[in-house]
């Protein structure tokens, strides 16, 4: 028997080979894999999307608020001016000074506010969806997960046969030039 026959014949006795059964099991569990990572981030997703409307209610309680103590404070500045005390007017003229120097405190903390919204903005910006990438990952461990048929093995390993036959016939081929040639060669 010559080498080409041996060759042949390994790569028929493989072809009855089945796919390991821890081949197919590792891309069963890819599959299972890749699913359940696409439900935690669908989770995630939806945790993130309540806990940033919930700081946005958060946010717009608090103002309201605020507003409300701002107006309460003023009318009782217009009682006590009503009154005419000169004592009350010296406490309502320090305490204009006060507020008035709260508000510009406060045009600070809404810059500062706005500027954090805008990086808090950023952070919080919604993940990318991965439902396509996850769904083609799913789809490639599936294929591994898939016994072939022995008429496709048969053609892969045909191919292979014939790729080791062509580079063995033209390897003989070299062999017989290079021996011709060293043949022909002058001996010094």
């Known amino acids: 028997m010559n080498k080409t026959s041996y060759v042949m014949l390994a790569l028929l006795a493989l072809a009855g080979c089945s796919t390991p059964s821890a081949a197919l099991k590792q891309a069963d569990d890819g599959v299972a894999v890749t699913a359940a990572l696409d439900l935690e981030l669908r989770a995630f997703r939806k945790a993130e999307a309540l806990s940033e409307q919930f700081v946005l209610n958060s946010v717009g309680y608090q103002k309201t608020k605020v507003i409300a103590l ?18 009350t007017l010296l406490v309502i003229s320090e305490a204009d000074k006060y507020l008035k120097r709260l ?20 952070v919080l910006a919604p993940l990318p969806s991965t439902s396509e990438t996850l769904t083609d990952t799913q789809a490639k461990f599936a294929s591994f997960g898939k016994e072939l048929s022995k008429e496709t093995r048969l053609k892969e390993f045909k191919v292979i046969y014939d790729a080791v036959k062509d580079t063995v016939d033209k390897n003989k081929k070299k062999v017989s030039e290079a021996s011709a040639a060293a043949a022909s060669a002058p001996i010094n």
């Open 70 to 87: 701002n107006r309460a404070i003023g009318g009782n500045d217009l009682a006590l001016v009503a009154t005419g005390d000169a004592s």
């Open 103 to 122: 508000a510009q405190l406060d045009v600070v903390a809404t810059t500062a506010t706005t500027d954090a919204t805008k990086g808090t903005a950023a």
